[in-house]
Nanobody, 122 residues
Framework: QVQLVESGGGLVQAGGSLRLSCAAS????????MGWYRQAPRNERELVAI???????NYADSVKGRFTIPRDNPKNTVYLQMDSLKPEDTAVYYC????????????????WGQGTQVTVSS
């Protein structure tokens, strides 16, 4: 029904930058929110940043001032611009979208991307 495709992960030195992208496609009626989560080894998945339709983005305290989450609504795409990266940002990053598919009963569901590895070396 709905697919999320991520790109942009990789290896970067501390202090560097990376930009992730996530494009949603499929039978979409409306996207209520798009965001990024991350999961480091032995840790639970945590919210990094989220942007909602018509609202201001929210960021985890650990990334405020370093990450931003631009969104291209016509392209159903969200980005995660990561600057001043730290080794503790190393994790698998997952895109999430809260989507109402264009099928009855038009109920919002969560969709996830496949995950992309971000590794920050010290």
């Amino acid at each position: 029904q709905v697919q999320l495709v991520e790109s942009g992960g990789g290896l970067v030195q501390a202090g560097g930058s990376l930009r992730l992208s996530c494009a949603a496609s499929g039978n979409i009626f409306k996207i209520n929110a798009m965001g990024w989560y991350r999961q480091a080894p032995r840790n639970e998945r945590e919210l990094v940043a989220i942007t909602t339709s018509g609202g201001s983005p929210n960021y985890a305290d650990s990334v405020k001032g370093r990450f931003t989450i631009p969104r291209d609504n016509p392209k159903n795409t969200v980005y995660l611009q990561m600057d001043s990266l730290k080794p503790e940002d190393t994790a698998v990053y997952y895109c999430n979208a809260k989507v109402i598919p264009r099928v009855v009963p038009f109920r919002e569901s969560d969709y996830w991307g496949q995950g992309t590895q971000v590794t920050v070396s010290s």
